[in-house]
């Protein structure tokens, strides 16, 4: 988790000395979960898992706030519940 943060930290002066200079969009995979509608079976899940800590949602959504970036999927997706990540135990729970 350590390192983690310290990641953070880094990217989060990066990218705002560079929204500084140009406006930035930042895309990918953020790894963070940052509401219980973005992590399935939360209710055993939420605050166990990397990227569903609250350290790493209080520091995503800072990193957006301060930085003036935002979740462009979560603004056009309100409400949706669809996951990044389905393994083969997944697929079995959910009779795929």
Known sequence: MHKRLAWNGDFYRYLSELQEKKPVIWGGDWNVVTSRDDLQWASKNWDVHPGA??????GHDK????????DTWKLRNKGKKEFSCVGPVTRLIEGG
């Open 53 to 58: 800590r609250v350290e790493e949602r209080e």
């Open 63 to 70: 990193l957006l706030r301060d930085v003036g970036l935002v």
